[in-house]
């Protein structure tokens, strides 16, 4: 069964590698298979959103010619000692941009929750465990100053801790997709880019050592960032304006999360917030979900992109 | 809906309802033809003939057809891939009877001259729904083990499939029935929990009134 709200997903749970536990039990309880079963199914998308950071082609155009290049772009700007940001958001824009290039251009990526959304928890996630990986001494557990926090959390590997985030952000998703949507035709973009962001800011403050209370602030903090979005694709393609929301999305997840293990919380309750976004999402005029007929999609520029109409 | 509903899947970009629904369509297409293709007709309807080519819904349905599945890397070269097979190809558009903005109708013919024609639909999220065999509709997804038998419209041809695999011990999720007059030409739309044993599915088609059976069972497949 569905989580509906994220009270009863939460269900007074307070260790949160516990509630993780229980997202993944009553996943392969639901499907009839074996825990492990469930979490190399995840594990192979961890491994696939890698990948699909890791096959990224500079030279690819996508084949409307609207997009392609733009990480590398980036990426060059970067090594040539431009930009202002810490390598935190520099990377997070990079692998943001990667893999909603990818998608563009034809190449393999996950949808997650959807294909014009696919950028942003993979920027998240990747742009994390880079650093970690890198300088694995800075993640020390006893700087956890929150006694709700067992040390013995911090026995996962890097890996399994990631392929963990992602069942929490799934978990918090599902919530999303049964009381709003995770469909631009349905809520516009808010339901795909600010559901992304919104399931990422959960997975970074969980991978950050926050507690469910605090990752449950990072989610709404986030999916508030981002209401009200439309989803007016320029000739009906998931390239101009999505690819760079992916950077936004992804961006917003990570200053959300941030905001939140500070401690500084939503005052509107995550439910109430997703609540809030597929109320926004029903009152969106249709020519601005995902149907081109509206917002940039029908701009002088926007339109000379249109299909041409017989 | 469950967790991986929501994280995943794998596929190959741009767009879950242009470029993976259409490319599960085209390999559910190829399962139901059941042999390898030679020529395929394929015209697309509303969303998929106005930005299908901007999406790659056209070399996502050719790949399909040649068996790739949603996150085959090989799809953008489906079209040289297929003629490297001497496989024809035509694509076109066309005004189809049906309530869903993303469709096509396939008109296939497989190498040895059998020939199926497939109406279905992209619903969102790569799910799709083949809505019509050969004229006849049909509304179902391929997610489940699925059995298709194409029989007289006469009594007890449901019990005689359903009594063959209550044997061997396969529940059925779903049961539809479609014929296109009384007395005429019906199709049975029979999901399942299990995959259904292949004794099963030759007892079935040896029965009197039975006149073509089709079974596709992709989760199978993949492990294949």
């Known amino acids: 069964m569905a989580y509906t709200s994220i009270v009863e997903l939460i269900d007074n749970c307070t260790d949160v590698e516990e509630l993780i536990d229980r997202i993944i039990a009553n996943d392969a309880n639901e499907r009839g298979i074996s825990c492990e079963a469930s979490f190399e199914q995840m594990k192979v998308l961890w491994e696939a959103m890698l990948a699909s950071v890791n096959n990224y082609d500079g030279s690819l155009k996508s084949n409307s010619g609207l997009s392609g290049g733009d990480a590398k772009k980036y990426e060059d700007f970067r090594r040539n000692g431009g930009g202002v940001v810490g390598d935190l958001l520099a990377n997070l824009i990079t ?117 469910i209370k605090q990752i ?82 029908m701009t002088p520029t926007g339109r000379q992109y249109l299909p041409k109409q017989d | 809906m469950n967790i991986f509903d929501i994280m995943g899947p794998i596929m190959v970009g741009p767009s879950s309802s242009h470029t993976a629904g259409a490319a599960r369509i085209g390999y559910v297409s190829r399962q139901l033809l059941g042999e390898d293709l030679k020529k395929a007709e394929i015209l697309l309807h509303g969303s998929f003939a106005k930005t299908g080519k901007g999406h790659g819904t056209d070399k996502a349905i050719v790949a399909g057809l040649m068996g790739m599945m949603p996150d085959d890397e090989r799809i953008p070269d489906s079209f040289d891939i297929a003629k490297s097979q001497g496989i024809e190809l035509s694509v076109g558009e066309a005004l189809l009877k049906t309530e869903y903005a993303n469709a096509c109708l396939l008109n296939l013919e497989s190498v040895n001259g059998r020939s199926l024609s497939i109406m279905a639909a992209s619903l969102g999220g790569g799910r799709i729904s083949i809505e019509q065999i050969d004229g006849i509709d049909t509304h179902f997804s391929g997610d489940y083990p699925t059995l298709i038998v194409h029989n007289l419209d006469q009594p007890g041809h449901v019990a005689e499939v359903t009594s063959t695999l209550a044997h061997k011990s396969v529940n059925i999720a779903t049961l539809n029935l479609y014929r296109d007059k009384r007395g005429g030409y019906a199709v049975m739309i029979v999901e399942t929990d299990q995959d259904i044993p292949e004794t099963a599915i030759k007892w079935i088609e040896h029965l009197e009134g039975v006149i073509k059976v089709t079974y596709i069972n992709i989760e199978k497949q993949k492990e294949a």
């Open chain 1, 95 to 211: 692998n943001a941009l990667k893999v909603s290039e990818s998608n563009a251009c034809m190449k393999r990526i996950v949808a997650a929750p959807t294909a014009g959304s696919c950028g942003v928890i993979p920027a998240v996630l990747i742009t994390l465990y880079n650093h970690r990986k890198a300088n694995l001494a800075s993640f020390q557990p006893s700087l956890i100053k929150d006694e709700n926090v067992s040390k013995d959390d911090y026995n996962f590997t890097l890996d399994d801790k990631i392929v963990r985030s992602l069942y929490l952000a799934a978990a918090v998703g599902e919530v999303i997709a049964y009381r709003a949507s995770i469909a631009g035709a349905e809520g516009g973009c808010q339901a795909e880019i600010g559901a992304a962001s919104s399931m990422a800011a959960c997975a970074f403050a969980y991978l950050n050592a926050g507690n």
């Open chain 1, 216 to 297: 449950m602030h990072a989610g709404a903090l986030s999916l508030k960032a981002l209401l009200g979005l439309a989803c007016d694709p320029v000739g009906g393609y998931v390239e101009v304006p999505c690819i760079k929301r992916n950077v936004t999305g992804a961006a917003n997840a990570v200053t959300s999360a941030e905001l939140a293990l500070a401690g500084i919380e939503s005052r509107i309750p995550f439910d109430e917030v997703i609540d809030a976004m597929g109320e926004i999402g029903r009152k969106m005029d249709i020519s601005l979900r995902e149907t081109s007929t509206g917002g940039l999609a």
